[in-house]
């Protein structure tokens, strides 16, 4: 019996037995899939591509993030990982549950996909949002499309619960709302209208899009000028104007290595479900050095705050939440806002 020094951290190796064939195989797909999200890490429209996520899972991320109201984003990692590794645990003596396995995969992958995007926010590749000009703004002047505003709305109301309370932001909800019945509408219509009488019915709708547009663009900006003293004063604290965070790069991409095995070993075991308590079982040695380096994380940020190290971690999570809300194919209902 031996233990190999770069997979034997997964389950320990017979001589002769296809477990070490079987090991092998699980480092193969450790070592491919890394290689593929690395080669991606340092453009977000790559990430995007690789990881091709749909908007259920945006929504799961956003969603968690808006959860995590103590540790922020690293409140999120961690659950995520803290679940992955229970799970492994309970696996060790009894196999029960084992289709629960999908559920972990699902978040691992989320996770490592969200962790990714806080590094390119971090390292300036992504870049933050920044302060505003002290202008009174009208809805003209909003160049946003309605999904741009919707996720910037999202990502306020994360960071203050009592703007759900604000006219503008109600009117906002609800042409949304309006705005999905009415495209629900055309995909519905649309292939059953005469050729002739097409244009017309494409033109009528053309104009009640521009129509809840403008009225979006309105109370948003309404909204900006309620918020604008506000506003300008968080823009001049924001962590990303006074703190360098760019330096914390290789930290997150430590962190993104760490849980991205643990996904590729968990998928390894869905599909091939051989030998799968084995493998399982040697995860958990990977729980202290992972939690450890999402506890990392938090300490970082009180060097550079001194004292608003939590307060860091969520205003980061505000701002993965905002971009990741930008990536969604398709207006969200006004559900997830509120």
Request: glycine letters at 6%.
């Amino acid at each position: 019996m031996r233990c190999d020094k770069a997979a034997g951290r997964w389950f320990i190796l017979k001589e002769g037995s296809r477990l070490t064939t079987v090991n092998e195989l699980v480092e193969k797909k450790i070592a491919g899939d890394w290689y593929d999200i690395k080669e991606a890490s340092d453009s977000l429209l790559k990430l995007e591509t690789v990881f091709a996520l749909a908007d259920e899972d945006l929504d799961a991320i956003l969603g968690e993030i808006r959860l995590a109201v103590d540790d922020g984003i690293v409140e999120y990692k961690r659950k995520v990982a803290i679940r992955a590794f229970d799970f492994a645990e309970s696996q060790k003596f009894d196999s029960r549950g084992f289709e629960e396995i999908g559920t972990h995969i699902a978040a691992l992958r989320r996770a490592v996909y969200a962790i990714l995007v806080q590094r390119l926010i971090a390292i300036g590749t992504v870049p933050a949002r920044k302060p505003r000009a002290d202008v009174r703004i009208d809805g003209s002047m909003i160049g946003k499309d309605v999904k741009e505003i919707v996720a910037d709305v999202q990502a306020r109301i994360g960071k203050n619960p009592e703007l759900r309370k604000s006219a503008a932001v109600k009117n906002i909800l609800m042409q949304v709302s309006i705005y999905g019945k009415e495209l629900a509408n055309l995909k519905e219509l649309a292939p059953n209208i005469p050729k002739e009488k097409l244009a017309s019915f494409q033109e009528n709708f053309k104009k009640s899009f521009e129509s809840i547009t403008r009225k979006v663009q309105d109370n948003y900006a309404e909204l900006l000028n309620e918020a604008d003293l506000g506003a300008k004063r968080e823009s001049a604290t924001t962590i990303f104007a006074r703190f360098d965070l760019k330096a914390l790069g290789p930290l997150y991409l430590s962190q993104a290595k760490e849980l991205a095995e643990v996904h590729s070993v968990y998928a390894y075991a869905e599909k091939e479900r051989y030998k799968t308590r084995e493998i399982l079982a040697g995860i958990s040695s990977e729980r202290e050095p992972t939690l450890g380096l999402l506890a990392r994380e938090l300490r970082e940020y009180e060097r550079l705050s001194v004292g608003h190290a939590k307060e860091v971690a969520r205003e980061f999570g505000w701002e993965v939440s905002y971009h990741l809300g930008k990536q969604r194919t398709q207006l969200p209902d006004d559900e997830p806002l509120v």
